[in-house]
């Protein structure tokens, strides 16, 4: 069974950084498509970033371009965020997602999500 675990969040001031850690077990991280999702109060969830298996390609939001970068350490089997420049409008909910082709469809699993705020 796949699991995923995120952890890092916390509060931070305007223009500081975070870096969150999204630990997956059950599955290499080379295996799944991982990707960072936040949810700010009041709002949908959004894409934040992801990385592909394989290959690696990744994908940013425009919003968080330049300021966030989404690696993976296989060793570990942990794809981190780490978030640079932060803004007030970064403050939500950041969730992890692992997703993987099983059983002729895409499978998700959800991590349990870790606040970040960013408030002076």
């Known amino acids: 069974q796949l699991q995923v675990v995120e952890s890092g969040g916390g509060l931070v001031q305007p223009g500081g950084s975070l870096r969150l850690s999204c630990e997956v077990s059950?599955?290499?991280?080379?295996?799944?498509?991982i990707g960072w999702f936040r949810q700010a109060p009041g709002k949908e969830r959004e894409a934040v970033s992801c990385?592909?298996?394989?290959?690696?390609?990744?994908f940013y939001e425009t919003f968080v371009k330049g300021r966030f970068t989404i690696s993976r350490d296989d060793a570990k089997n942990i794809v981190s965020l780490q978030m640079n420049s932060l803004k007030p409008e970064d403050t939500a909910v950041y969730y992890c997602?692992?997703?993987?082709w099983g059983e002729g469809q895409w499978i998700d699993y959800w991590g349990q999500g870790t606040q970040v705020t960013v408030s002076s």
């Open positions: 990385l592909s298996p394989g290959d690696g390609q990744i």
């Open positions: 059950g599955f290499s991280v080379d295996e799944v498509i």
């Open positions: 997602n692992a997703a993987r």
